[in-house]
């Protein structure tokens, strides 16, 4: 499994940015660009449930989603192997494996 090996928290706080709290900001950072940061709040609420008890499952697959399409819009396929690899729910993660193959021309194990 792929994981920031940084804390979410300390680093932003590192940097001296405000940590992400909600859906809308999470959206926020991916306009933006900053899908690194995107990526840690979901791997935050991923690691802490009782944190984040209004984040289900769900949720997080579908915020998932949104960051898979973001890294592979960019072209980044590694970054985008590794949400495939995070995603839990299978068909999702079986859907996602074809995407990446289709859209990188690349066999999945070859990315």
Known sequence: MYM?????????QERGE???KNTAEFRSALDSGKMEEAENFLNEVSSNPDEF???DERWLDHRQR????????AE???SAKRIVELTKDLR???GRKARLEELS??????I
């Open 53 to 55: 008890p209004q984040y």
């Open 66 to 73: 949104e960051l898979f399409q973001s890294y592979y819009k």
């Open 92 to 94: 999702s993660q079986d």
């Open 76 to 78: 980044d396929w590694i």
């Open 105 to 110: 021309g690349m066999k999945y194990e070859e």
């Open 18 to 20: 405000k940590a992400m």
């Open 4 to 12: 920031f090996k940084e804390n979410f928290s300390t680093n932003n």
